[in-house]
């Protein structure tokens, strides 16, 4: 989740200023991946690049650039944009033993950078994927390039604007989108001389949230919705049961009340996992058969145990449901070996089976 986005251009939006910390490479262990953001702003945190002494001398080194800028409107909204390359390595100096080395990047962020804020976030919303291309100051401590380039954003699916590009950016992209199946692994590259002026750096937003249809607002339902609201999933929360909803959710959480729950099933994209979870047998079951009807989706979990599980197996093979169909209900729902029947358990169980499904 880029939750650093919506901070950023809160904060910009306000007049002030923040220094986005990101991940540009690693070398051997590191505690984050490329890609990993951090944003610090005076009055708080929004991310992480992992913790440990690192995150806290970058934190450090953050809040030094902050109180360069100064407080003053008039400075804030002439800041340029000034990012810092720099290396660290993980051993003695950094009381860590990850033993290898990370290269983060410092960008001071302002008013100045609202426009590729605000365009970056539309398209987040949209779930269009996007790209940052950061270009400029070279290692902390050496001389800056006199004109850094300002932050460009670009929408991955846009053809044209990316066969604009110069031929060594396209290359770079390219091995970016086929780094796996559906998107890079690490959704940031650093290219070009690291040493100096001339390196830059595609900061590419992750995939977007797995698309989660939950059906059941129940003590396990409940409790695995708190768990969701910290994961990079976005939840369609299906009930008939209005005061079974709590008074507030996650911006992610998306509440659907309603007395045909069974319906919603065809509105889910293909891709979506779902989690079923209700308090009523027969709605299970018809939900069960919409499921596995579609065969579009990427989980299916059914709460209940395994005599549940043989029961709707020959009530669904009496409807015409195949059994290569069946096959993909994953009943009992969640991963195997934590034992327990506490609510918040059983959610802990299906959180990690759905990580595991990503």
């Known amino acids: 989740m880029n939750d650093w986005l919506e901070s950023a ?205 939950l059906f059941g607002a129940g003590h396990v339902g409940r409790a695995l919705v708190r768990i969701l609201a910290g994961l990079p999933m976005r939840v369609s929360w299906v009930d008939s049961r209005i005061e079974a909803f709590p008074a507030q959710v996650a911006p992610h959480i998306q509440v659907c009340c309603t007395d045909t729950p069974e319906d919603e099933v065809g509105a889910a994209p293909p891709g979506a996992a779902f989690v079923v979870l209700t308090h009523d047998h027969a709605l299970d079951f018809e939900l069960s058969r919409r499921i596995l009807a579609r065969g579009d989706f990427r989980f299916f979990g059914l709460i209940g145990s395994q005599t549940k599980r043989l029961s709707f197996t020959q009530r669904l093979r009496a409807r015409g449901v195949d059994d290569a169909q069946i096959a993909r209900m994953t009943c009992p729902v969640g991963v195997a070996g934590i034992e327990g029947k506490e609510p918040e358990v059983i959610a802990v169980a299906i959180a990690a089976q759905l990580l595991q499904s990503r």
Do not use: K, N
């Open 9 to 213: 251009l809160a904060l910009a939006q306000q007049g002030q200023a923040a220094v986005l910390v990101t991940v540009a490479a690693t070398t051997g262990s590191a505690p984050r991946e490329a890609g990993a953001h951090l944003l610090v702003g005076a009055g708080g945190l929004s991310g992480s690049i992992g913790g440990g002494h690192l995150e806290y001398q970058a934190i450090q080194q953050a809040r030094r650039m902050l109180a360069q800028a100064g407080t003053a409107t008039e400075a804030l909204s002439s800041l340029p944009p000034t990012p810092q390359l720099q290396r660290f390595a993980l051993g003695a100096s950094l009381g860590q033993c990850c033993g290898g080395a990370v290269r983060l990047l410092f960008e001071r962020l302002g008013p100045p950078d609202l426009a590729w804020l605000q365009q970056a976030l539309q398209w987040q919303r949209c779930g269009v994927r996007w790209c940052r291309v950061v270009q400029g100051a070279g290692m902390a401590g050496q001389d800056a390039m006199r004109e850094p380039m300002p932050v460009r954003v670009l929408a991955l699916d846009d053809t044209a604007a990316l066969h604009g590009l110069p031929a060594a950016l396209q290359q770079a992209l390219a091995s970016l989108q086929v780094a796996s199946g559906e998107g890079p692994a690490d959704p940031a590259l650093l290219f070009g001389p690291q040493s100096g002026t001339g390196w830059t750096l595609l900061d590419c937003a992750p995939q977007p949230p797995m698309p989660v249809w």
